[in-house]
């Protein structure tokens, strides 16, 4: 069983900063990719950023330039810089992410629980 644990959320201002990290435990073999996602109350959930084994980052448009999303694959753990927010950034934010786990590298998807990130003076 793998078990996603998000830290980081909470209230800043304006312009101001956070970062979100998703730790994974649990029988990890390997990770295939991993990502952010977000979701205000009565609106659709949207990729914020995502990375994957082999590629780069992606990023949703609205987000590029102030979000970084980055892993450390040795401890299973994915992260999300978010500079200069603004107060249409607030939402739950949910880790993601897609795993090779067991003693066979069975691959499965995997969510965190969510964390509150507001945006607001």
């Known amino acids: 069983q793998v078990q996603l644990v998000e830290f980081g959320g909470g209230l800043v201002q304006p312009g101001g900063s956070l970062r979100l990290s998703c730790a994974a435990s649990?029988?990890?073999?390997?990770?295939?990719?991993m990502g952010w996602y977000r979701q205000a109350p009565g609106k659709q959930r949207e990729l914020v950023a995502s990375?994957?084994?082999?590629?780069?980052?992606n990023y949703l448009d609205s987000v590029k330039g102030r979000f970084t999303i980055s892993r450390d694959g040795a401890k299973n753990t994915v992260y999300l810089q978010m500079n200069s927010l603004k107060p249409e950034d607030t939402a739950v934010y949910y880790c993601?992410?897609?795993?090779?786990?067991?003693?066979?590298?069975?691959?499965?998807?995997?969510w965190g629980q969510g964390t509150q990130v507001t945006v607001s003076s």
């Open positions: 993601n992410a897609e795993y090779a786990t067991g003693p066979f590298g069975v691959r499965s998807v995997h």
């Open positions: 649990g029988s990890i073999v390997s990770a295939y990719s």
């Open positions: 990375i994957t084994s082999g590629g780069g980052p």
